[in-house]
């Protein structure tokens, strides 16, 4: 047996590079010979191949093919059709092109090419597909995926290393000054909510006399300009310019001490497939405010405070709770901590994955 992992695009800080990597190291401690195949690949450590050359290395039944689905490439639906490999497609979900419109052309036509090729994914019948989430897998199911094919495998993930790193000094003593600290950790991009959750940080600021800070990380895309000056134009309109401390981007050391300088993570995101960071949140013990939404209760489960709304003022009154309660402040820490441990732990997943895999086959 062989196995082989199909991605776009292969890129070490990525949510789904994260996820095909790991699988290319648990495949390959079990003595799989394990290939990733890619169009390109960023910041790895790892020897990648053509994916034209995928037939050559794994073309068996016995072999294995891992495509990880994320965004439209119609050349894994041309090598996934002609593969006699036991094929598996990893579903992260698509955006829907709804966000973009008016936002971005560019990410609008990608989103319409991407969803467009979920029908065509699930008629190649393949022998198994894996969704992120609940909410990944009915879209397939939905699309014409058999039931009986699909399961739920949330994604690997980083958070062991991030949980064993050392925490940016600069940054704990920056944030650590007594200020209350709002995090977000996400790419700024429509479907992440930053409009709505400055409105509730706005909101708990004219309903506390304490001084709050709004603390932004994640990646600024220039093709996403409309949507960041949205972000700054609302900040501005509540004169809050001092308040906000942006990261356009982090490094390890410095995801982890906004983490463990903040007294609250709260995502008001509209759209998630699965959200990587609100089980960082869980495990580091930040207390959550998120938006029900999508695959959020999900991933959430009773590790934090979800609301299927996007009323600022429910957001500010649940942060406002956080921060006035230790006791119950403390639980929520323990729930997310718990949660992280039992469902979405390495070893947890690990476990997960070959019985999947072996279950199937």
């Given at each position: ?209 304490e001084p709050a800070r709004l603390v ?132 947890v997943l690990q476990s997960r994955f ?8």
């Amino acid at each position: 047996m062989k196995a082989a992992i199909l991605i776009p695009v292969l890129a070490n800080r990525d949510a789904v590079g994260a996820d095909a990597l790991a699988m290319m190291r648990l495949l390959e401690a079990r003595g799989v010979e394990t290939r990733m195949f890619c169009a390109g690949a960023h910041d790895v450590d790892v020897r990648t191949h053509a994916p034209e050359k995928l037939a050559a290395f794994a073309d068996n039944p016995d072999d294995l093919v891992i495509y990880h689905f994320s965004t439209g490439w119609p050349k894994a639906n041309e090598l996934l059709a002609r593969s006699k490999a036991f094929r598996v497609v990893k579903y992260h979900n698509i955006t829907p092109p709804r966000f973009f419109t008016s936002v971005s052309k560019e990410y609008e036509q990608a989103c319409i090419g991407g969803r467009a090729e979920i029908a065509s994914m699930a008629a190649l019948g393949c022998e198994l597909y894996l969704g992120d989430s609940a909410y990944n897998l009915e879209e397939l199911i939905d699309a014409g995926v058999p039931r009986e094919r699909g399961t739920v495998l949330p994604p690997f993930h980083r958070i062991e290393e991030l949980i064993a790193s050392e925490a940016d000094a600069a940054v704990l003593d920056e944030l650590g000054d007594g200020v209350r600290n709002f995090l977000m950790v996400g790419r700024i991009a429509p479907n992440k909510g930053h409009v709505d959750l400055v409105d509730a940080f706005a909101t708990y600021l004219q309903a506390s006399a304490e001084p709050a800070r709004l603390v932004l990380l994640g990646k600024i895309d220039p093709r996403l300009e409309a949507y960041t000056n949205a972000v700054r134009t609302r900040i501005a309109r509540y004169g809050i310019e001092r308040r906000v401390r942006w990261f356009n981007g982090a490094s390890e050391a410095q995801l982890k001490a906004a983490y463990l300088a903040s007294h609250v993570f709260m995502l008001l995101s509209a759209h998630e497939g699965f959200c990587v960071p609100l089980v960082e949140a869980m495990a580091i013990g930040t207390p959550i405010v998120a938006r029900a939404a999508t695959a959020v209760p999900e991933t959430l489960g009773c590790a934090g405070i979800g609301w299927n709304s996007a009323d600022p003022a429910l957001y500010a009154a649940s942060a406002a709770r956080v921060f006035a309660d230790a006791s119950f402040r403390n639980g929520m820490r323990e729930a997310g901590m718990h949660r992280f441990r039992t469902q979405f732990a390495r070893d947890v997943l690990q476990s997960r994955f070959f019985d999947i895999i072996e279950g199937a086959r």
